[in-house]
T-cell receptor
Framework: AQSVTQLGSHVSVSEGALVLLRCNYSSSVPPYLFWYVQYPNQGLQLLLKYTSAATLVKGINGFEAEFKKSETSFHLTKPSAHMSDAAEYFCAGGTGFQKLVFGTGTRLLVSP | KAGVTQTPRYLIKTRGQQVTLSCSPISGHRSVSWYQQTPGQGLQFLFEYFSETQRNKGNFPGRFSGRQFSNSRSEMNVSTLELGDSALYLC?????????????FGEGSWLTVV
């Protein structure tokens, strides 16, 4: 069965530091993968999506993620954190019929 | 282009009542899915509709139901509300049936059961 694991429920970085949020998936079939961000009291906003066209996916707000099949990983990175990046981030995967399986989320804290 | 619109945004219901939540997908999108988000269980898939047909259903009791209309708008209903049904209910839409279609979410409906 498809599952998505996010390592670390909280990640703290300083403003300007590298952001690395980890996501691993399990599936016998190449999945399609997403990263979403959720700000307080809001819905989910799509950051980026893996479509198998390229292993390095660039998203909005300077985020990118690299699909590594050998490691079954899809980690999210941003070279330099900004205060406005503080939010909860969800990795999600699916194999069809729009049914997404979500990770448990990682709350990103950015300190000045 | 308007995004996924959900109404109402906030509501409070009493245990035992029922509730209906509404979702208008992005124009042209024919697939609508619903998710429940709670602090304890996280984000869980409820069901998905395409062309008025339910194609997939999550592991929720029969008190949770939904439907889709010919204009792709969707509603979900929860009957005999329980305290544990308090959650953020998110609606999502995508263009069609393909697995690579991007799924866009609405702002959600916050349901509090007292």
């Amino acid at each position: 069965a498809q599952s998505v694991t996010q390592l670390g429920s909280h990640v703290s970085v300083s403003e300007g530091a590298l952001v690395l949020l980890r996501c691993n998936y399990s599936s016998s079939v190449p999945p399609y993968l997403f990263w979403y961000v959720q700000y307080p009291n809001q819905g989910l906003q799509l950051l980026l999506k893996y479509t198998s066209a390229a292993t390095l996916v660039k998203g909005i707000n300077g985020f990118e993620a690299e699909f590594k099949k050998s490691e079954t990983s899809f980690h999210l990175t941003k070279p330099s954190a900004h205060m406005s990046d503080a939010a909860e981030y969800f990795c999600a995967g699916g194999t069809g019929f729009q049914k997404l399986v979500f990770g448990t989320g990682t709350r990103l804290l950015v300190s000045p | 282009k308007a995004g996924v619109t959900q109404t109402p945004r906030y509501l409070i219901k009493t245990r035992g009542q029922q509730v209906t939540l509404s979702c208008s997908p992005i124009s042209g999108h024919r697939s609508v899915s619903w998710y429940q988000q709670t602090p304890g269980q996280g984000l869980q898939f409820l069901f998905e509709y395409f062309s008025e047909t339910q194609r997939n259903k999550g592991n929720f009791p029969g008190r949770f139901s939904g439907r889709q209309f010919s204009n792709s708008r969707s509603e979900m209903n929860v009957s005999t509300l329980e305290l544990g049904d308090s959650a953020l209910y998110l609606c999502a839409s995508s263009l069609s049936a393909g697995s690579e279609n991007t799924i866009y979410f609405g702002e959600g409906s916050w349901l509090t059961v007292v």
